[in-house]
């Protein structure tokens, strides 16, 4: 799982696609829902190609991964990575296409890595303006002399057979009215079908026989035949029926059965076809427009403009809102007859949606990922605005002690949550499939859960104020049972001792409604018998308390003070708050957390140092120490600022690399030797 | 009940229990007749078996219930007890060490083959299971530990999350006689001073990819 992660990430890293970087920006459509760009910065001069040639897992893992041969050194695949490269997505069509666009510096040494890779399976066509091949049913790579293009399409819009059934009566009757004797043959109508998904033929009904699908030429006759001989081998079955009376309780296909699996087959396979076709078409458009034609580029968006940076090494932009349409599609197309209710994809809302992005940086001594989010719709921008207008309490950093391993720290505006929940709630149904044409429906029944639901009395209960703190990680002792053996190999039951790690953390939230909160603590204490819960009153606060020869945790401690509730595993922190103290928590700290909606810590080191006591394998432990040894602190901070929510992740690093981005290869590649390591081992014992 | 269930609940059992061990004794009569017992002993992890117990799936595996371990160590009662020549098999399961037996006695050492036999309602595992385990001539007095099962492909099958749980796993077997040892053919087991007794320990996952072995032939003297 490791392992894929890091390729996926290597990947992305990777991927750049080269190309005048302006030129290729030119190229990204205003429509765009995702935009990735790949700084040429990242490969002149943070990690030189050269060096890239000098990784193993960069010809082993990644270039295996991404069927190129592997004996391809980097610096020949034809493409100059020292440019910058743009990845997008787009729907259009019906089709939902990710987008590679990188330039090249040598276009022969690229059109031989491809025909290398691919061209055994597929032809190279020549299109105006560039070359085209296939490369899978849904990946097409094109080429000029100066930029490939790589596109990878899926069509939405494949339709359900059972839709289809279902709503033409008419026809369905027919076919059923014809099955008595269930000899039938198919007149497959493929490319007609292609043209259109709904003008699916039926198959004739033949009374006395079965017949082979006609053939037409292009049209995937192995498939057909396949189909044919299957349903006549289960016909078979059907005629043998007779001869098993005895054994009737095993389900045998009938007549009609078998006629309603193969016009289902058909189906499936025209509307496979039709997706091939409209793939393909998506594919060609899109490459159509980046070789020759005029795009509308998301550029001179200011969606686009405000929040992406410029310099920064690696950018991902995002239409949230689009995206999650998409996303929504993307699992209803499987759900037989969704999609046809559905809105086309790349309809725009009444209402725009959130914009986000991430900048990331690879400095030398840190990882810096600057995130922003706005919307340039007021209404949006205004409610993400009410949602961030909140300050962490000054008293929650009495739970954050010195040396902590890390901490995360929120404080949102509940009341202005809420709120936009149903806002998105609305948004949400309106867009899904049979809901949205009720939407004026969904709306007023939202506007009562709206006057229903008390906003205010929720965010008295909880005002959005909130903290968890991974105190420490103590080891305990435990005792459990081992067997000793004395010189006649008897067995002896004995308790030894040993240390495990014991998580030693507090929760501490903001409420306005203590009374309430006591009643809820105060609860379990009635049940505690009957529910063989060791539950206490301690005076002031309650103790949960386990059997700690069994539990990680011996005592999880409740308490309610000075409007917060606190659930903790660490005594001292209930000790201070009776005494109304508390740890000092340093400077940054503070003003991290004072000064930001969302602020978080981990202290990597003492992380890893930790879980290496835990590792319980040797390539566990291995990688435990290296991530203690080369990455540093990671740190979060999260605002509203300059009309936007923006906020920023850094990730120190240690240890002997150049920069961040060096240290990053360096580390997917040292984790992959461990891994390769191991499996050597394993496989030594395993032989 | 299939073989695979036993297996299953095995390894949940056993998923995230860095260590435990399995200690297999048996005690054989000049007559050939004698006691099996079975030990499954994951106390060394009961802390993380307490917070496994409490969820419902780990690596993938649905974590049984108290009531549902109970029931299928019955049934391995129930099944045991059915093998010819087997009487007070007797099963207990301690919920506080995480401590699982199986104690039983034989009339002849090779009753205890169709053991692992009855467990399973698979053909193919019950072909797997045809293989003797144990075996004891009384004309020759040699008892004999073989291990004709192999789970090398198994383990292999396995993820690696899996796989992890048996790299720190041991295996005893302890084997007492009322006749003197006179030999031993596994060179990693030892005889006790009073010469009845033999014990061999390995790693489970030795075992299991067949680094090593807990085969064994012992000689007894008549």
Redesign the interface.
């Known amino acids: 799982m490791m392992k894929q992660i890091i390729v996926a990430l290597s990947v992305l890293v990777f991927s750049t696609t080269t190309s005048n970087a302006q030129s290729l920006l030119s190229k990204v459509p205003a429509s765009a829902t995702m935009v990735i760009k790949y700084a040429g910065e990242n490969f002149s001069k943070n990690v030189p190609v050269q060096k890239m040639d000098t990784y193993k897992f960069v010809r082993k893992d990644l270039l295996s991964f991404m069927h190129i041969d592997t004996l391809t050194s980097v610096q020949n695949m034809g493409i100059n990575l020292e440019q910058d490269s743009y990845q997008y997505v787009i729907a259009v069509d019906s089709s939902f296409s990710f987008v590679t666009m990188m330039q090249l510096k040598n276009p022969a040494q690229f059109v031989q890595l491809i025909k290398a890779s691919y061209s055994s399976k597929s032809k190279i066509e020549q299109k105006n303006g560039f070359e085209l091949m296939a490369i899978s049913e849904n990946t097409y790579v094109g080429w000029n002399a100066s930029t490939a293009v790589i596109v990878n399409t899926t069509y939405q819009n494949k339709m359900s057979y059972y839709d289809y059934k279902y709503r033409n009566d008419t026809a369905v009757a027919t076919t059923y009215a014809a099955t008595v004797d269930s000899a039938v043959s198919v007149v497959t109508e493929a490319t007609a079908a292609a043209e259109d998904a709904v003008k699916f033929t039926p198959p004739t009904i033949y009374k006395d026989g079965y017949k082979t699908p006609k053939k037409k030429k292009g049209v995937t006759k192995g498939k057909s035949k396949g189909v044919a001989k299957k349903s006549v081998k289960k016909k078979k079955v059907v005629e043998e029926a007779p001869y098993v009376i005895e054994e009737a309780t095993t389900y045998t296909m009938s007549g009609e059965d078998s006629l309603e699996q193969r016009n289902r087959e058909l189906w499936e396979q025209q509307q496979d076809m039709i997706a091939k076709q409209k793939q393909q078409a998506a594919a060609e458009n899109i490459m159509a427009n980046t070789f020759t034609g005029n795009v509308k580029s998301i550029e001179s968006e200011i969606g686009y403009k405000k929040i992406i940076e410029p310099n920064a090494h690696v950018s991902v932009w995002l239409n949230s809102e689009d995206l999650l349409r998409q996303y929504q599609n993307y699992f209803s197309r499987n759900i037989y007859g969704l999609l046809k209710y559905m809105k086309p994809t790349n309809e725009k809302e009444t209402v725009i949606g959130f914009n986000s992005a991430i900048n990331v940086y690879f400095e030398k001594d840190k990882m810096r990922m600057d995130q922003k989010t706005f919307s340039t719709d007021a209404e949006m921008e205004s409610m993400g605005k009410a949602v961030m207008n909140s300050k962490q309490s000054p008293s929650m950093l009495n739970y954050i002690n010195a040396g902590n391993i890390g901490y995360f720290s929120a404080s949102i505006n509940t009341e202005a949550m809420v709120n936009y929940y149903y806002t998105t709630v609305k948004k949400y149904l309106s867009n899904t499939p049979y809901v949205g044409e009720y939407s004026d429906v969904v709306d007023v029944y939202v506007d009562l859960l709206q006057i229903m639901i008390d906003e205010k009395g929720i965010a008295d209960l909880t005002p959005g104020n909130y903290l968890f703190v991974m105190h420490d990680m103590k080891t305990k002792q435990v005792e459990y049972t081992d067997y000793v053996y004395d010189k006649e190999y008897n067995s002896t039951p004995v308790q030894k001792k040993k240390k495990e790690l014991s998580p030693n953390f507090s929760f501490v939230m903001d409420t306005r409604k203590e009374a309430f909160m006591q009643k809820l603590a105060k609860l379990p204490l009635k049940y505690a018998k009957k529910e063989r819960l060791n539950y206490t009153d301690k005076g002031g606060y309650y103790e949960l308390a386990f059997d700690s020869t069994k539990y990680p945790v011996s005592s999880l401690y409740f308490m309610v003070k000075d409007g917060k509730g606190i659930v903790t595993t660490n005594k001292d922190v209930i000790t201070n708050t009776i005494a109304n103290k508390g740890f000092m928590a340093d400077e940054e700290t503070k003003n991290s957390i004072l000064n930001n909606n969302y602020a978080a810590k981990v202290d990597s080191k003492k992380l890893f140092e930790i879980l290496g006591t835990e590792a319980s394998t040797s390539t566990n432990k291995k990688i435990c120490a290296y991530m203690q040894e080369n990455m540093g602190d990671i740190k979060t901070e999260m605002s509203y600022k300059d009309g936007m929510i923006q906020g920023s992740t850094i990730l120190k690093i240690n240890g002997k690399h150049t920069n961040s981005l060096e240290w990053f290869f360096n580390m997917v590649e040292t984790v992959n030797n461990i891994y390769d390591e191991a499996r050597a081992e394993d496989a030594k014992r395993v032989d | 009940m299939k073989k695979q269930h036993y297996f299953l609940i095995f390894i949940i059992l056993t998923s995230f229990s860095?260590c435990f061990?399995i200690?297999e004794?048996i005690f054989v009569k000049k007559d050939g007749s004698g006691n099996f017992q079975l030990?499954v002993?994951l106390?060394?992890s009961?802390?993380?078996l307490?917070?496994i117990m409490k969820m419902k799936t780990v690596n993938g595996h649905d974590v049984p219930s108290e009531q549902e371990i109970k029931n299928k160590i019955a049934e391995v009662e129930k099944a045991v007890a059915k093998t010819p020549g087997l009487s007070a098999v007797k099963t207990s399961m301690d919920f506080?060490?995480y401590?699982m037996t199986l104690n039983c006695n034989f009339n002849k050492v090779n009753q205890l083959n169709a053991i692992a036999k009855n467990l399973t309602q698979n053909e193919k595992d019950k072909a797997r299971f045809v293989e003797k385990s144990y075996d004891f001539d009384a004309a020759t007095s040699i008892f004999m530990r073989l291990n004709k099962i192999s789970l090398?492909k198994d383990?292999?099958k396995m993820s690696n999350a899996d796989k992890?749980i048996f790299?720190?796993a041991n295996y005893?077997a302890?084997y007492?006689f009322e006749n003197t040892v006179s030999a031993v053919s596994n060179t990693t087991a030892n005889i006790?001073?009073?010469k009845?007794?033999?014990?061999l320990q390995q790693n489970v996952?030795?075992v299991i990819?067949e680094?090593k072995s807990i085969e064994n032939k012992i000689t007894l003297i008549k």
Do not use: F, H
């Open positions: 860095s061990e200690v004794q030990t002993n106390s060394k009961k802390t993380k307490n917070s506080d060490n401590i090398k383990y292999n992890e790299a720190t005893t302890i007492k006790s001073p009073s009845k007794a033999v014990m996952l030795d990819t680094k």
